[in-house]
């Protein structure tokens, strides 16, 4: 009987490998941004507000496909550090409108040198073309998925993030 415990198990599941591929992206963005204070995600949420002063919070989490509570949820936590700001809307006070505060640009210009280094090397590690290549199939998957995603699906790439 063969061991097949060091038998690395491939899987043809996209699922499996997107999900496997986006934690050991996160893992990398992490590790650099970590130096400034924030995960990948908090830095996603103020670049994303920072790019678009005045976003409400519904719209905000379309933009990046999070469900209404994971969005209001990691805002709150900006929000507790100081790094957003989050006021009725004027028209509709229901809404909730996000904008940075001063600390919070702070934290993304210090956070952006960082994840700057962190994309630096995903593009040294996968070459220009490689990187260009995933960029849009990311967006391609995107694309695909938004009717399957409930519309959530930011298919123009305006995740605020840029290649």
């Known amino acids: 009987m063969s061991d097949?415990?060091?038998?690395?198990?491939?899987?043809?599941?996209?699922?499996?490998?997107?999900?496997?591929?986006?934690?050991?992206?996160?893992?990398?963005?992490?590790?650099?941004?970590?130096?400034a204070g924030v995960t990948s995600p908090q830095y996603?949420?103020?670049?994303?507000?920072?790019?678009?002063?005045?976003?409400?919070?519904?719209?905000?989490?379309?933009?990046?496909?999070l469900e209404q509570s994971t969005a209001t949820r990691n805002v709150e936590l900006l929000k507790g550090k100081g790094y957003v700001s989050l006021v009725p809307k004027a028209d509709d006070r229901r809404k909730k409108i996000l904008s940075l505060t001063d600390a919070g640009r702070e934290k993304l210009a210090n956070a952006t040198l960082l994840w700057q280094k962190a994309q630096d090397q995903v593009r040294m590690e996968l070459g220009e073309a490689a990187m260009e290549a995933l960029v849009q199939?990311?967006?391609?998957?995107?694309?695909?998925?938004?009717?399957?995603?409930?519309?959530?699906a930011d298919v123009n790439g305006t995740d605020g993030e840029s290649s």
């Not at 599941?13 to 992490?30: E, N, P």
């Open 4 to 35: 097949e415990s060091n038998v690395p198990f491939e899987s043809p599941c996209v699922c499996m490998r997107a999900r496997k591929a986006g934690r050991i992206i996160t893992q990398l963005y992490d590790g650099y941004l970590r130096q």
């Open 137 to 152: 199939a990311f967006k391609d998957v995107a694309a695909l998925t938004k009717a399957a995603a409930g519309g959530r």
């Open 44 to 65: 996603a949420l103020l670049r994303y507000i920072g790019a678009t002063e005045g976003v409400s919070l519904g719209e905000l989490g379309h933009a990046l496909c």
